[in-house]
């Protein structure tokens, strides 16, 4: 089975561009998750889909980042216009419907190698 | 609103020796991972505890929860090389399927 995948591995731009980041999830798993860690700080929640539905997006920093899951399968991150302070790591995640991981109560979270984002 | 604190951030330790991980959350949570990040990898799930007093051992490594104290351990015994990494503890907002992240621990074991 293949795992969750991360596109790209590395992204490098100036402040003011815009960077678009993909998520594919393990095929299947309705709920999908973004994350972000800034250098040497904690894993932060940004949000999470429920198929192609925004459930919770309380962590999104603010209207610069643009998240869709169109057709409920992959999803992209939109950073734009991006800031020095958006550099970091963006991880995503995935898990299947509640119930469906055994022994884990639901909700265990597959997740992706992530995307490096550095913005100069 | 839900925090964890994880502690220490960095633990540099010998081979053979033990030691613990902690990881305090603020308010009721559903339920605790523990997860593993080698260099560039991606976050491996190691354990979910999901209820007061629940112990998930694995190798080396044993997780436990005691939800009254808020605080969940990951102890390392008789470390080996290849279990530096860094690990996380996660908390399960309750209600929610949003999950508080700890800083993370830096674990380096030494030869």
């Known amino acids: 089975e293949a795992g969750v995948t991360q596109f790209p591995s590395h992204s490098v731009i100036e402040k003011g561009q815009t960077v678009t980041l993909r998520c594919d999830p393990i095929?299947?798993?309705?709920?999908l998750y973004w994350y972000r860690r800034v250098m040497g700080k904690e894993i932060k929640f940004l949000l999470h889909?429920?198929?192609?539905?925004?459930q919770d997006e309380s962590g999104m920093p603010n209207n610069r980042f643009l998240a869709e899951r169109t057709g409920g399968t992959y999803s992209t991150l939109k950073v734009q216009p991006a800031e020095l302070e958006d550099s970091g790591v963006y991880f995503c995640?995935?898990?299947?419907?509640?119930?469906?991981?055994?022994?884990w109560g639901g909700g265990r979270q597959f997740f992706g190698p992530g995307t490096r984002l550095t913005v100069l | 609103e839900l925090k964890v604190e994880q502690n220490p951030l960095f633990l540099s330790m010998q081979e053979g020796k033990n030691y613990t991980i902690y990881c305090n959350y603020s308010?009721?949570?559903?339920?605790l991972y523990w997860y593993r990040q080698d260099p560039g990898k991606s976050l491996e799930s190691l354990f979910v505890?999901?209820?007061?007093?629940a112990v998930k051992q694995e190798g080396r490594l044993m997780a436990s929860l005691d939800t009254k104290a808020r605080l969940s351990t990951l102890h390392i015994t008789a470390a080996v090389h290849d279990l530096s990494a860094t690990y996380f503890c996660?908390?399960?907002?309750?209600?929610?399927?949003?999950?508080?992240f700890g800083t993370g621990t830096r674990l380096k074991v030494l030869a």
């Open positions: 995640a995935s898990s299947p419907v509640s119930g469906q991981s055994s022994g």
């Open positions: 308010t009721t949570s559903d339920r």
């Open positions: 505890l999901l209820s007061n007093g």
């Open positions: 996660a908390a399960l907002t309750s209600g929610t399927y949003k999950y508080i």
């Open positions: 095929s299947g798993h309705d709920n």
């Open positions: 889909f429920v198929k192609e539905s925004k």
